[in-house]
């Protein structure tokens, strides 16, 4: 497992723009598919965007394409979520997860390690 910290959550006005950033610990980073995750007070946890570990092949969920970017650094041991055109229901905590080989990047299930969480709000 790798330990990780998300950071770069906050508030911002419908239409702008965040960039979250998840730090991973340990020299194994490289070789972890990684996803981003989100949940709502009342909701399931819920997918938004996977990458694997070179960072060749990306996922979205379809309510973010286009919007949402997902990247990582393996140097740096660090992905990103450049979030724009953040709409209200994009309101939620973010998390970053990590998982050696994820069957699914889609699924909170294939991963094994997560974070703490970032809280991102989006006022109308």
């Known amino acids: 497992q790798v330990q990780l910290v998300e950071s770069g959550g906050g508030v911002v006005q419908a239409g702008g723009s965040l960039r979250l950033s998840c730090a991973a610990s340990?020299?194994?980073?490289?070789?972890?598919?990684m996803g981003w995750f989100r949940q709502s007070p009342g909701k399931e946890r819920e997918f938004v965007a996977g990458?694997?570990?070179?960072?060749?092949?990306?996922y979205y969920t379809d309510s973010v394409k286009g919007r949402f970017t997902i990247s990582r650094d393996n140097a740096k041991n660090t992905m990103y979520l450049q979030m724009n055109s953040l709409k209200p229901e994009d309101t939620a905590v973010y998390y970053c997860?990590?998982?050696?080989?994820?069957?699914?990047?889609?699924?909170?299930?294939?991963?094994?390690?997560w974070g703490q969480g970032t809280q991102v709000t989006v006022s109308s």
């Open positions: 997860a990590a998982d050696l080989r994820p069957s699914d990047y889609s699924k909170a299930g294939d991963y094994d390690s």
């Open positions: 340990g020299r194994t980073f490289r070789f972890y598919g």
């Open positions: 990458i694997n570990w070179s960072g060749g092949s990306t």
